[in-house]
Protein backbone atom coordinates (compact mmCIF):
# COMPACT_ATOMS: atom_id res chain seq x y z
CA UNK A 1 0.00 0.00 0.00
CA UNK A 2 1.86 3.47 -1.02
CA UNK A 3 0.82 6.89 0.55
CA UNK A 4 -1.77 7.81 -1.50
CA UNK A 5 -3.74 4.41 -0.94
CA UNK A 6 -3.19 4.51 2.78
CA UNK A 7 -3.99 8.41 3.15
CA UNK A 8 -7.27 7.57 0.49
CA UNK A 9 -8.65 5.41 3.89
CA UNK A 10 -9.38 8.59 5.67
CA UNK A 11 -12.55 10.69 4.71
CA UNK A 12 -11.50 13.74 6.45
CA UNK A 13 -8.75 14.93 4.68
CA UNK A 14 -10.94 15.93 1.84
CA UNK A 15 -11.90 18.91 4.29
CA UNK A 16 -8.97 19.88 6.20
CA UNK A 17 -4.92 19.46 6.47
CA UNK A 18 -5.63 17.25 10.33
CA UNK A 19 -2.63 17.41 11.94
CA UNK A 20 -4.34 17.27 16.16
CA UNK A 21 -3.71 13.51 16.10
CA UNK A 22 -2.24 14.75 19.77
CA UNK A 23 -5.69 14.88 20.90
CA UNK A 24 -7.67 12.55 18.66
CA UNK A 25 -6.68 10.80 14.89
CA UNK A 26 -8.73 10.61 12.22
CA UNK A 27 -10.55 7.77 11.86
CA UNK A 28 -10.25 5.43 8.71
CA UNK A 29 -13.36 3.81 6.55
CA UNK A 30 -13.09 0.61 8.02
CA UNK A 31 -12.39 1.76 11.05
CA UNK A 32 -15.80 2.70 11.23
CA UNK A 33 -17.66 -0.14 9.38
CA UNK A 34 -15.96 -2.44 11.19
CA UNK A 35 -17.69 -0.78 14.26
CA UNK A 36 -21.12 -0.39 12.74
CA UNK A 37 -20.69 -3.98 11.87
CA UNK A 38 -20.34 -5.75 14.78
CA UNK A 39 -22.94 -2.96 16.97
CA UNK A 40 -25.47 -4.07 13.41
CA UNK A 41 -24.31 -7.85 14.75
CA UNK A 42 -25.43 -6.84 18.16
CA UNK A 43 -29.23 -4.28 16.76
CA UNK A 44 -30.35 -7.90 14.87
CA UNK A 45 -29.00 -10.62 17.34
CA UNK A 46 -28.79 -9.46 20.56
CA UNK A 47 -25.87 -8.70 23.18
CA UNK A 48 -26.52 -12.37 25.19
CA UNK A 49 -25.80 -16.18 24.10
CA UNK A 50 -22.90 -18.08 24.45
CA UNK A 51 -21.66 -16.91 20.79
CA UNK A 52 -21.87 -13.18 21.64
CA UNK A 53 -19.75 -13.92 24.61
CA UNK A 54 -17.03 -16.20 22.75
CA UNK A 55 -16.68 -13.71 19.81
CA UNK A 56 -15.85 -10.54 22.41
CA UNK A 57 -13.78 -12.46 24.40
CA UNK A 58 -11.81 -13.44 21.48
CA UNK A 59 -11.65 -9.63 19.86
CA UNK A 60 -10.13 -8.99 23.31
CA UNK A 61 -7.53 -11.71 22.56
CA UNK A 62 -6.72 -11.04 19.49
CA UNK A 63 -6.44 -6.83 20.28
CA UNK A 64 -3.89 -7.72 23.60
CA UNK A 65 -2.07 -9.68 21.51
CA UNK A 66 -1.91 -6.85 18.28
CA UNK A 67 -0.81 -4.22 21.00
CA UNK A 68 1.73 -7.03 22.35
CA UNK A 69 3.26 -7.13 19.20
CA UNK A 70 3.41 -3.08 18.26
CA UNK A 71 5.03 -2.34 21.50
CA UNK A 72 7.48 -5.69 21.67
CA UNK A 73 5.49 -7.20 25.12
CA UNK A 74 4.20 -10.59 25.59
CA UNK A 75 0.21 -10.88 25.13
CA UNK A 76 -0.06 -11.82 28.62
CA UNK A 77 1.84 -8.45 29.52
CA UNK A 78 -1.45 -6.34 28.23
CA UNK A 79 -4.64 -4.57 30.08
CA UNK A 80 -7.31 -3.51 27.98
CA UNK A 81 -8.01 -0.17 29.73
CA UNK A 82 -10.38 3.05 28.15
CA UNK A 83 -7.27 5.26 28.63
CA UNK A 84 -3.76 6.37 29.31
CA UNK A 85 -5.08 8.02 32.79
CA UNK A 86 -6.96 4.78 33.47
CA UNK A 87 -4.15 2.62 33.12
CA UNK A 88 -2.02 5.75 35.21
CA UNK A 89 -4.49 5.15 37.81
CA UNK A 90 -3.99 0.79 38.23
CA UNK A 91 -0.97 1.52 38.09
CA UNK A 92 -0.85 3.92 41.14
CA UNK A 93 -3.28 2.48 43.26
CA UNK A 94 -1.46 -1.02 43.10
CA UNK A 95 1.58 0.32 44.14
CA UNK A 96 0.12 1.70 47.59
CA UNK A 97 2.37 4.57 47.51
CA UNK A 98 2.37 5.98 51.21
CA UNK A 99 2.50 9.67 52.08
CA UNK A 100 6.56 9.30 52.86
CA UNK A 101 6.98 7.87 49.26
CA UNK A 102 8.34 9.97 46.45
CA UNK A 103 7.23 10.06 43.22
CA UNK A 104 9.31 11.76 40.11
CA UNK A 105 7.36 13.72 36.93
CA UNK A 106 8.08 16.45 35.32
CA UNK A 107 6.65 20.08 34.77
CA UNK A 108 5.80 18.91 31.42
CA UNK A 109 3.35 16.49 31.97
CA UNK A 110 -0.44 15.83 30.84
CA UNK A 111 -3.12 16.00 33.43
CA UNK A 112 -3.67 12.50 32.59
CA UNK A 113 -0.59 11.65 34.48
CA UNK A 114 -0.43 14.50 37.02
CA UNK A 115 -3.84 13.75 38.87
CA UNK A 116 -3.39 10.01 39.21
CA UNK A 117 0.29 10.96 41.02
CA UNK A 118 -1.53 13.83 43.20
CA UNK A 119 -4.51 10.95 44.08
CA UNK A 120 -1.68 8.19 45.18
CA UNK A 121 -1.14 9.91 48.12
CA UNK A 122 2.62 10.36 47.52
CA UNK A 123 4.62 13.23 47.33
CA UNK A 124 4.91 14.63 44.05
CA UNK A 125 8.21 16.02 43.28
CA UNK A 126 8.19 17.97 39.64
CA UNK A 127 11.71 17.90 38.12
CA UNK A 128 12.33 19.83 34.58
CA UNK A 129 11.95 17.73 31.44
CA UNK A 130 15.88 16.85 31.42
CA UNK A 131 17.49 13.61 31.98
CA UNK A 132 19.83 15.20 34.53
CA UNK A 133 17.11 17.32 36.38
CA UNK A 134 15.05 13.75 36.62
CA UNK A 135 18.08 12.30 38.49
CA UNK A 136 18.93 14.89 40.48
CA UNK A 137 15.39 15.21 42.35
CA UNK A 138 15.88 10.90 43.37
CA UNK A 139 16.12 10.94 46.88
CA UNK A 140 16.12 7.85 49.26
CA UNK A 141 12.58 7.77 49.54
CA UNK A 142 11.90 7.56 45.52
CA UNK A 143 9.95 4.99 44.71
CA UNK A 144 9.02 5.37 41.44
CA UNK A 145 9.60 8.15 38.06
CA UNK A 146 6.60 8.69 36.33
CA UNK A 147 7.32 10.22 32.70
CA UNK A 148 5.67 10.95 29.36
CA UNK A 149 8.32 9.25 27.01
CA UNK A 150 7.29 11.86 24.14
CA UNK A 151 5.97 15.20 26.29
CA UNK A 152 3.15 16.46 24.97
CA UNK A 153 4.15 20.11 25.04
CA UNK A 154 6.85 20.32 22.74
CA UNK A 155 7.12 16.71 21.62
CA UNK A 156 10.48 16.27 23.33
CA UNK A 157 11.50 12.76 24.09
CA UNK A 158 12.73 11.45 27.44
CA UNK A 159 14.86 8.44 27.30
CA UNK A 160 12.80 6.51 29.43
CA UNK A 161 14.70 3.05 29.62
CA UNK A 162 17.81 4.52 30.23
CA UNK A 163 16.34 6.96 33.13
CA UNK A 164 14.84 3.58 34.13
CA UNK A 165 18.52 1.83 34.00
CA UNK A 166 20.36 4.96 35.35
CA UNK A 167 17.69 5.54 38.51
CA UNK A 168 17.27 2.22 39.53
CA UNK A 169 13.81 2.88 40.02
CA UNK A 170 10.67 1.17 38.05
CA UNK A 171 9.45 3.87 35.73
CA UNK A 172 5.61 4.45 34.59
CA UNK A 173 5.63 5.54 31.34
CA UNK A 174 2.86 7.62 29.34
CA UNK A 175 3.13 6.68 26.05
CA UNK A 176 0.21 9.06 24.76
CA UNK A 177 1.97 10.74 22.33
CA UNK A 178 4.94 7.83 21.66
CA UNK A 179 3.27 4.53 20.60
CA UNK A 180 1.60 4.57 17.34
CA UNK A 181 3.59 7.90 16.64
CA UNK A 182 7.79 7.00 17.23
CA UNK A 183 8.91 3.38 17.45
CA UNK A 184 8.01 2.23 21.18
CA UNK A 185 9.72 -1.05 23.40
CA UNK A 186 8.25 -2.07 25.58
CA UNK A 187 10.66 -4.15 26.81
CA UNK A 188 12.86 -2.85 30.22
CA UNK A 189 10.09 -0.66 30.91
CA UNK A 190 7.73 -1.27 33.82
CA UNK A 191 4.39 0.20 32.86
CA UNK A 192 3.37 1.80 29.87
CA UNK A 193 0.75 3.14 28.91
CA UNK A 194 -1.61 3.23 25.39
CA UNK A 195 -4.05 5.59 24.15
CA UNK A 196 -5.46 3.86 21.40
CA UNK A 197 -7.79 6.98 20.19
CA UNK A 198 -4.78 9.12 19.14
CA UNK A 199 -1.78 8.01 16.65
CA UNK A 200 -3.00 4.81 16.46
CA UNK A 201 -6.60 6.46 14.92
CA UNK A 202 -8.45 4.07 16.97
CA UNK A 203 -12.53 4.53 18.84
CA UNK A 204 -12.71 6.50 21.68
CA UNK A 205 -12.34 5.29 25.09
CA UNK A 206 -9.86 2.36 24.60
CA UNK A 207 -6.80 1.83 25.35
CA UNK A 208 -4.05 -0.58 27.18
CA UNK A 209 -1.70 -0.95 30.11
CA UNK A 210 1.61 -2.76 29.55
CA UNK A 211 2.95 -4.44 32.93
CA UNK A 212 6.36 -5.95 32.63
CA UNK A 213 5.57 -8.02 35.56
CA UNK A 214 2.25 -8.21 36.49
CA UNK A 215 2.22 -10.68 39.62
CA UNK A 216 4.44 -8.05 41.27
CA UNK A 217 1.67 -5.19 41.16
CA UNK A 218 -1.78 -5.61 43.13
CA UNK A 219 -4.65 -5.03 41.41
CA UNK A 220 -6.45 -2.34 43.66
CA UNK A 221 -9.16 -1.63 41.51
CA UNK A 222 -11.05 -4.62 40.33
CA UNK A 223 -13.47 -5.18 37.41
CA UNK A 224 -15.19 -8.32 36.75
CA UNK A 225 -12.61 -9.05 34.48
CA UNK A 226 -9.98 -9.39 37.53
CA UNK A 227 -10.81 -12.13 38.42
CA UNK A 228 -10.47 -16.14 37.73
CA UNK A 229 -12.71 -16.93 40.48
CA UNK A 230 -14.52 -15.21 43.44
CA UNK A 231 -16.05 -16.28 47.42
CA UNK A 232 -19.09 -14.92 48.15
CA UNK A 233 -16.81 -12.48 50.04
CA UNK A 234 -15.62 -10.94 47.21
CA UNK A 235 -12.25 -12.73 47.86
CA UNK A 236 -10.86 -13.68 44.21
CA UNK A 237 -8.40 -15.68 42.49
CA UNK A 238 -6.74 -13.41 40.05
CA UNK A 239 -6.63 -13.84 36.48
CA UNK A 240 -3.38 -14.85 34.84
CA UNK A 241 -0.71 -12.15 33.90
CA UNK A 242 -1.84 -8.13 33.08
CA UNK A 243 -5.84 -9.46 32.24
CA UNK A 244 -5.95 -9.23 35.72
CA UNK A 245 -5.99 -5.52 35.34
CA UNK A 246 -8.32 -4.87 32.50
CA UNK A 247 -10.07 -2.17 33.68
CA UNK A 248 -14.01 -2.98 32.38
CA UNK A 249 -16.12 -4.15 29.71
CA UNK A 250 -15.28 -2.29 26.43
CA UNK A 251 -17.82 -2.77 23.61
CA UNK A 252 -17.43 -5.14 21.05
CA UNK A 253 -17.68 -2.58 18.67
CA UNK A 254 -14.52 -0.69 20.00
CA UNK A 255 -12.66 -3.69 19.83
CA UNK A 256 -13.25 -4.34 15.93
CA UNK A 257 -12.79 -1.10 15.64
CA UNK A 258 -9.20 -0.73 17.05
CA UNK A 259 -8.16 -4.18 15.33
CA UNK A 260 -9.39 -2.48 11.64
CA UNK A 261 -7.53 0.77 12.89
CA UNK A 262 -4.37 -1.39 13.17
CA UNK A 263 -5.06 -3.15 9.93
CA UNK A 264 -4.81 0.09 8.49
CA UNK A 265 -1.56 1.20 9.58
CA UNK A 266 1.31 0.87 7.16
CA UNK A 267 4.59 -0.53 7.89
CA UNK A 268 6.61 2.41 7.18
CA UNK A 269 4.36 4.55 9.39
CA UNK A 270 6.90 5.34 12.26
CA UNK A 271 9.69 6.50 9.00
CA UNK A 272 6.82 8.77 7.27
CA UNK A 273 5.55 10.40 10.16
CA UNK A 274 9.50 11.13 11.60
CA UNK A 275 10.12 13.03 7.95
CA UNK A 276 6.84 14.77 7.74
CA UNK A 277 7.41 16.42 11.36
CA UNK A 278 10.73 17.53 10.26
CA UNK A 279 9.70 19.14 7.05
CA UNK A 280 7.00 20.53 9.25
CA UNK A 281 9.42 22.33 11.85
CA UNK A 282 11.91 23.50 8.59
CA UNK A 283 8.60 24.88 7.04
CA UNK A 284 7.23 26.50 10.68
CA UNK A 285 10.62 27.98 11.76
CA UNK A 286 10.78 30.25 8.37
CA UNK A 287 7.75 31.92 9.52
CA UNK A 288 7.37 31.57 13.54
CA UNK A 289 8.82 30.92 16.70
CA UNK A 290 9.17 27.02 16.40
CA UNK A 291 10.02 25.52 20.23
CA UNK A 292 10.54 22.26 19.28
CA UNK A 293 13.95 20.96 18.94
CA UNK A 294 14.97 18.80 15.72
CA UNK A 295 15.09 14.86 15.89
CA UNK A 296 12.12 14.61 18.21
CA UNK A 297 8.75 13.38 18.27
CA UNK A 298 5.39 13.93 15.85
CA UNK A 299 4.63 16.85 17.67
CA UNK A 300 5.79 20.53 16.51
CA UNK A 301 5.37 23.45 18.41
CA UNK A 302 5.54 27.31 18.10
CA UNK A 303 4.93 30.30 20.01
CA UNK A 304 2.07 31.84 19.17
CA UNK A 305 1.56 35.75 18.34
CA UNK A 306 -1.28 37.34 19.96
CA UNK A 307 -4.27 34.56 21.65
CA UNK A 308 -3.65 31.00 20.92
CA UNK A 309 -7.00 29.76 21.17
CA UNK A 310 -8.46 32.53 18.76
CA UNK A 311 -5.36 31.30 16.42
CA UNK A 312 -6.47 28.21 16.31
CA UNK A 313 -10.21 28.84 15.21
CA UNK A 314 -9.21 30.52 12.78
CA UNK A 315 -6.74 27.95 11.40
CA UNK A 316 -9.61 26.10 11.96
CA UNK A 317 -11.42 28.33 9.78
CA UNK A 318 -9.27 27.99 6.66
CA UNK A 319 -9.31 24.33 7.21
CA UNK A 320 -6.10 23.15 9.22
CA UNK A 321 -6.76 21.65 12.25
CA UNK A 322 -4.13 21.97 14.99
CA UNK A 323 -4.52 23.05 19.00
CA UNK A 324 -3.15 25.24 21.56
CA UNK A 325 -1.33 24.46 25.09
CA UNK A 326 -3.10 26.26 27.63
CA UNK A 327 -0.91 27.93 29.99
CA UNK A 328 2.29 27.79 27.44
CA UNK A 329 1.35 30.55 24.56
CA UNK A 330 2.04 27.41 22.12
CA UNK A 331 0.07 26.20 19.35
CA UNK A 332 0.43 22.65 18.57
CA UNK A 333 1.13 20.50 15.24
CA UNK A 334 0.72 16.56 14.70
CA UNK A 335 2.09 15.13 12.25
CA UNK A 336 1.04 11.53 11.52
CA UNK A 337 1.90 9.01 8.54
CA UNK A 338 -1.30 10.02 6.62
CA UNK A 339 0.12 13.91 6.58
CA UNK A 340 1.37 15.40 3.30
CA UNK A 341 3.72 18.20 2.36
CA UNK A 342 0.07 19.80 1.10
CA UNK A 343 -1.31 19.79 4.78
CA UNK A 344 2.20 20.91 6.00
CA UNK A 345 2.21 24.26 3.21
CA UNK A 346 -1.62 24.63 3.52
CA UNK A 347 -0.76 25.32 7.67
CA UNK A 348 1.97 27.84 6.64
CA UNK A 349 -0.24 30.04 4.52
CA UNK A 350 -3.26 29.79 7.12
CA UNK A 351 -0.26 30.69 9.94
CA UNK A 352 0.58 33.76 7.34
CA UNK A 353 -3.06 34.86 6.77
CA UNK A 354 -3.84 34.43 10.26
CA UNK A 355 -1.39 36.54 11.47
Known amino acids: MDFAQARAQFPVFERYAYLNAGTFGPLARATVEAMEARQRRDLEQGRSGPDFFAETIA??????????ALVGAE???VALTCSTTDGCNIVLAGLGLQPEDEVVTTSDEHFGLLGPLHASGARVVVAAPEPEAI???????????ALSQVLWTDGRILPVAELRDRSGLPVLVD???????????????DFLTVS????????DTIGALVVREPERLRVDQPSYFAQKSFQPDGGFEPRPGAARFDSQ??????????LAALDARPEWAADRAAAMSGLCRTELAQRVDVVSAPGQGTLVSWRAEGDPTKTVKRLFEQGVVARDIPGRNLIRASCG???????IA????ALGESG
Open 75 to 77: PAQ
Open 196 to 203: AQKWLCGP
Open 249 to 258: WISPASLAGL
Open 135 to 145: LAAVTPRTKLL
Open 59 to 68: LRDELRARIA
Open 175 to 189: GAQSVGAIPVAATGL
Open 337 to 343: WWTSEED
Open 346 to 349: RLGE
